[in-house]
């Protein structure tokens, strides 16, 4: 299963990627913002897109809509992991296609939990 991890920032891009090693998902893509991610979806064979909100160029709610709205990719599972911890951002994100959230900081034991948690209903 191939990952595309979407952030910013550089640290929290390998926190991310070593907690998916640990965990066992080796094949991770990483892109730096919703335009950067874009392009590494439609050059890999993406299965699974965790992305920040807070980016530059275009953030990930608006990543999140471009991907739902595309009929080859709207079915990849999102999981949004995010500073942005207030309800109506949480409701937000959810209505554009978020299949789930983790608000920051987080341990690796949630990303697992939560990642199990998208997979059982995909």
């Known amino acids: 299963m191939r990952f595309l991890a979407v952030d910013d920032s550089p640290t929290m891009r ?28 439609y050059s890999e064979k ?4 965790i992305t920040d909100w807070n ?12 991907v739902k709205a595309d009929d080859n990719y709207k079915n990849i599972p999102i999981l949004m992991i ?4 207030v ?17 920051k900081p987080f341990t690796p034991q949630t ?3 939560k990642i199990e948690s998208i997979l059982k209903t995909v």
Do not use: C, H, W
Request: no cysteine; aromatic share 6%; glycine share 8%.
């Open 87 to 103: 309800k109506d951002d949480i409701i937000q994100a959810m209505k554009v296609g978020v299949s789930s959230y983790i608000v």
């Open 82 to 85: 995010t500073t942005r911890g």
């Open 111 to 113: 990303l697992k939990e």
């Open 14 to 41: 390998r926190i991310v990627v070593n907690t998916l090693k640990r965990i066992g998902f080796n094949d991770v893509v990483e892109a730096t913002n919703g335009k950067d991610a874009l392009v590494k979806l």
């Open 55 to 66: 980016m530059p160029e275009m953030n990930g709610l608006e990543f999140v809509q471009a």
């Open 46 to 49: 993406i299965d699974f897109i």
